[in-house]
């Protein structure tokens, strides 16, 4: 019987210590994100004319570069076709409605699909990065076939 009670009191100070409630765990350090607030993103996805043939899809971020150096553009493309050559750029307005090229058209890279089918890319342009406005992102078959548009984006604003 002394066992038992002596087995039920270790039991009971295990258990309360374990679960004490006036233990509490030191708070995490969160770093801020500078960026956070400033970056546009939008969700590419291939027209709708070319349901069947190509059904791309994948992500486009802007925001301020590093340091302050213009802004920073970034893509990621999936479901295309492996070893395609595709030219990609920023555009004022929206999807369907160009209004011209955000930057240099020549600071933008050709993104290359692996052969799983990914593929990304990145470009700096020598702009201040907008905190309003309709921008999107325009991924062309190929530099032989750029006004066919295989991908496309709205790029939502930053929210504050």
């Known amino acids: ?7 039920t009191l270790g039991v009971l100070t295990l258990t309360l210590a374990a679960c004490n409630p006036f233990h509490h765990a030191r708070a995490s350090t969160v770093s801020p994100d500078a960026n956070l ?8 996805v291939s027209p709708a004319t ?3 043939a190509v059904q791309m899809n994948g992500t486009a971020m802007m925001q ?3 340091n302050g150096d213009g802004t920073a553009l970034s893509l990621s493309l999936a479901n295309a ?4 050559l595709h030219l990609w750029q920023v555009h004022h307005g929206q999807c369907g409605a160009d209004d011209g090229v955000f930057g240099p058209a020549g600071a933008y890279t050709p993104i290359r699909i692996g052969d799983n089918g990914r593929g990304a890319a990145s470009a700096t342009v020598p702009m201040i990065t907008p905190t309003t406005g309709n921008y999107f992102v325009l991924v062309s078959a ?6 066919m548009v295989v991908a496309c984006g709205n790029l939502a604003p930053p929210t504050t």
């Open 81 to 84: 076709t492996p070893g395609g």
């Open 64 to 66: 301020p570069g590093t």
């Open 50 to 52: 070319l349901t069947g």
């Open 1 to 7: 019987m002394h066992h038992h009670r002596l087995l």
């Open 142 to 147: 190929s530099a032989a076939n750029a006004q």
């Open 37 to 44: 607030n400033t970056r546009w993103h939008a969700a590419l």
